[in-house]
């Protein structure tokens, strides 16, 4: 693939597709502390790739600033080649976060929690008619099938196990058909059955040439998908890897 | 009932209480949603001080109310945004402000106690048929909003962070489920009064999210109660000369009763059917352990 290291700007190669995401020198100070200290990170479509690190050192946080949902304080970092705030294409990313807000609340059923991934789909002000509501269902249905959870679709998520929360929350991303799914630790407090399926979820989509972005404590049985890895500490890139795959073959 | 029905203000009041009863639990159910469960609280005590400058005025105290309290819902939404912990304490100052200058300013009228009771508690009587237009438009407003920005605001409600990534304004939003909830305050305030007003938008939602299992079935659910409880309160406080607004909420109050009585038959029966159908059945002390440490993750 020919992707020079520095060439973050986009605009100036008109006849190559912008990359997913194309972060330089991003900064993030919180509380005078750098959590991020200067990451350059440029994720090119198709990538699965896995972001690795201790407790602290950043992960979470770079995700959110690759997708604007925490500011940088110095760098910039572009989607598909536009600045979050100007970005408009929301429908293409999938954002798995990492907690489980789930619990508590009012209760929602499955299909309720996966079918609002449809809603960067759709137009504001124009309800759903016809063709656009049978797309929407269709969409739901199968990210439902995606994660092994049609059968519960009707039930209440919050009365799920963490594991299959977690798979509620991957659907819901999925029902958006995005080119690009972004995943905070997707397989933390998950246990060995949902590991797997969430894993044979993650191989379709790499196998359909979609872009993945995880982040993880450890990869598990996700590993034999991820194309690339980088690892922070401190809130750098400490360590970076290409790595042989088996889930493009797919 | 139908002696009732000879009385003019008990028609229009029937009306509005139906109006509240759809109104107020429908908007709850996204404040419940999103944890904020006592903001109609505060936001019926800045209500108050519009309710003063509107007879200090001489413009109509529905209006005056109307104004106050959707610019103090927007203020609220915007302090909370900006940061957590003293958000909570400009949240006080602005609740308690509220209350005293709306006292002293209906007072300052000549108002008396008299006319501070009827907003605080509710007074059905002095409803009159311009009252019910006006809350009639509102209701209609209150509810083309839900049913035009209800995916999205279930989204919001869900997870900010994730409504974000979905390209979703969420601050525009955040700042119309605040301005809502301030209308619906206006709404159901001349029947059950600044006081009590959250009230019957967030009991009939706890009583239906004990018989429900999703988010839209839990709002149809919750309209359902706060109608029945606003009619029937209000029948009943035209029946044994009772104040309406306490009427209303202890009847919405006996409803959440027997919701929760009625719901843990109804997960019993669930919990069974699910773990007939499954190896892990739902509801294990380990699943609980996830969830609590999911929320402590998350707060």
């Known amino acids: 693939m020919n992707r020079p290291a520095s060439d973050t700007r986009e605009e100036d190669a008109p006849e190559q597709a912008p990359p997913p995401f ?49 500011p ?26 990492q907690r489980l807000p789930l619990g508590g609340g009012v209760p929602a059923t499955v299909r309720e929690v996966v079918a609002s991934g449809r809603v960067a789909r759709r137009s504001r002000w124009l ?51 995005p080119d690009v799914l972004v995943l905070d630790e997707p397989t933390a407090g998950v246990d060995a059955r949902n590991q797997a399926a969430l894993a044979a979820a993650l191989h379709d989509l790499a196998g359909a040439g979609r872009t993945v972005v995880l982040v ?12 690339r890895t980088i690892e922070l500490g401190h809130g750098r890139v400490v360590r970076e890897a290409a790595r042989e795959t088996l889930g493009r073959t797919a | 009932m139908s002696e009732m029905l000879q009385y003019d203000f008990m028609r229009v009041a029937l009306v509005m209480a139906v109006l509240i009863g759809l109104t107020a639990p429908a908007v709850g159910t996204f404040m419940v949603q999103r944890r904020l469960s006592l903001l109609g609280d505060g936001i019926g005590h800045i209500a108050l001080t519009g309710i003063g400058l509107g007879l200090l005025t001489g413009a109509s105290p529905v209006l005056g109310a109307l104004a106050v309290s959707v610019l103090g819902a927007v203020a609220i939404e915007l302090l909370r945004a900006r940061s957590r912990s003293g958000g909570d304490v400009a949240l006080a100052l602005l609740f308690y402000g509220g209350l005293a200058g709306g006292v002293i300013l209906t007072n300052a009228n000549g108002g008396g106690s008299a006319t501070l009771q009827s907003y605080l508690f509710g007074s059905i009587s002095s409803v009159t048929a311009a009252d019910l237009y006006v809350v009639a ?9 839900i049913a035009l920005f209800g995916r999205e605001l ?69 309209m359902g109660i706060g109608v029945l409880s ?49 190896a892990v059945p739902a ?17």
């Open chain 2, 154 to 222: 279930f989204l919001l409600c869900q997870d900010e962070e994730v409504a974000r990534a979905a390209g979703l304004p969420v601050r525009f939003l955040s700042v119309l489920i605040a301005a809502t909830a301030a209308v619906t305050v206006v709404i159901s305030m001349r029947a059950i009064g600044l006081l009590l007003v959250s009230a019957l938008m967030i009991v009939p939602v706890a009583a239906a999210q004990q018989l429900a299992r999703g988010f839209w079935g839990t709002m149809a659910a919750a």
């Open chain 2, 283 to 299: 509801g294990t002390g380990a699943e609980a352990r996830v969830d609590a440490e999911a929320e402590v993750l998350g707060g």
């Open chain 2, 137 to 145: 438009g509102l209701a209609a407003a209150v509810l083309a909003i």
């Open chain 1, 22 to 70: 194309a972060m330089a020198g991003g900064t993030v100070r919180r509380d005078g502390r750098e959590i991020l200290a200067g990451v350059d990170l440029r994720v090119a479509a198709g990538e699965v790739l896995a972001i690795l690190g201790p407790n602290g050192a950043g992960k979470s946080t770079l995700v959110k600033a690759l997708l604007g949902l925490v």
């Open chain 1, 72 to 97: 940088l304080s110095a760098g910039r970092t572009l989607i598909y080649g536009e600045p979050p705030a100007r970005f408009r294409g929301w429908h293409r990313i999938g954002y798995v976060p």
């Open chain 1, 216 to 227: 993880a404590h450890e990869l598990g049985p996700v590993e034999p998908l991820v194309t």
């Open chain 1, 127 to 177: 309800p759903a008619l016809g063709a656009g509501r049978a797309a929407d269902r269709a969409a739901v249905d199968r990210a439902l099938r995606t994660v092994g959870l049609a059968e519960r679709a009707r039930d209440s998520a919050h009365l799920l196990s963490g594991g299959q929360q977690q798979r509620v929350l991957i659907a819901r991303a999925l029902a958006g058909e």
């Open chain 2, 230 to 278: 606003a009619v029937s309160g209000l029948a009943g406080s035209f029946e044994y000369d009772l104040p309406p607004g306490p009427s209303i909420v202890l009847l919405a109050l006996a409803a959440f009763a027997a919701a929760v009585a009625g719901g843990s038959v109804v997960r019993r029966r669930r919990a069974r059917a699910g773990a007939a159908g499954d």
